[in-house]
């Protein structure tokens, strides 16, 4: 009963592919984020939707983009991968948004 | 925006001693959670601790807030605490939880 889940937990692509990652919660949180972990171990924030609204955006290229088909799913789309986007992407989730978050596994997407 | 400081940077210890891990905070905060991200890549939340102390087997947790500060206790350290410790903050009014660099903790058998 995994609580915050993505796939693929791998995705090896192109340069110039467009690949979408997903993300579920069964928490009934109503903030779900996606973070970036960068190959030094870096993470930060790219975004984060409350209630089907985008709340934070980062200074992320518009390559990417969150899509939220409902409460308990933030999917990631990037479009024209670039080698620069190889990172572990993580998604999160909490109720409210000073509680506590749950990461999931995370995704390692290497862009060759 | 707020920075977090987290030290030190890279911690060895022989299986059995105990260590301190430390956050800092430069504003003031609604939310602090410690994660241990393990050797295969998952992020484990240890505490949410906005304040006070908190205690979870061998792994204890205090929070001063009005001085900008985090600790993190781990003893009796196994092999299995190695991995990266991470302090991670929303400030007041903000959404956003930054991140510290984190503590790579080693522990030799």
């Known amino acids: 009963d995994t609580a915050v889940s993505q796939t693929p937990k791998y995705l090896v692509t192109q340069m110039g592919n467009d690949k979408s990652i997903k993300c579920e919660q069964n928490?009934?949180?109503?903030?779900m984020y996606w973070y970036k972990q960068d190959s030094k171990k870096f993470l930060k924030i790219m975004f984060s939707?409350?209630?089907?609204?985008?709340?934070i955006n980062e200074t992320v290229p518009n390559r990417f983009s969150p899509k939220s088909p409902d409460k308990a799913h933030l999917n990631l789309h990037i479009n024209s991968l670039e080698l620069g986007d190889s990172a572990v992407y993580f998604c999160?989730?909490?109720?409210?948004?000073?509680?506590?978050?749950?990461f999931g596994q995370g995704t390692r997407l290497t862009v060759v | 925006g707020i920075q977090v400081e987290q030290s030190p940077p890279d911690l060895i210890l022989q299986e059995g001693a105990n260590s301190t891990l430390r956050c800092n905070f430069s504003?003031?905060?609604?939310?602090l959670q410690w994660f241990h991200q393990n050797p295969w890549g998952q992020l484990i939340n240890l505490f949410y601790?906005?304040?006070g102390t908190k205690q979870n087997g061998r792994l204890s947790a205090t929070t001063v807030a009005t001085e900008r500060y985090s600790l993190l206790y781990i003893s009796s350290s196994q092999t299995t605490d190695s991995g990266v410790y991470f302090c991670?903050?929303?400030?007041?009014?903000?959404?956003?939880?930054?991140f510290g660099a984190g503590t790579r903790l080693t522990v030799k058998p």
């Open positions: 999160a989730s909490s109720q409210a948004r000073m509680a506590e978050a749950f």
């Open positions: 928490l009934g949180h109503d903030t």
């Open positions: 939707y409350n209630n089907k609204e985008l709340i």
């Open positions: 504003d003031s905060v609604n939310n």
């Open positions: 601790i906005p304040s």
């Open positions: 991670a903050v929303k400030p007041h009014g903000n959404n956003d939880m930054r």
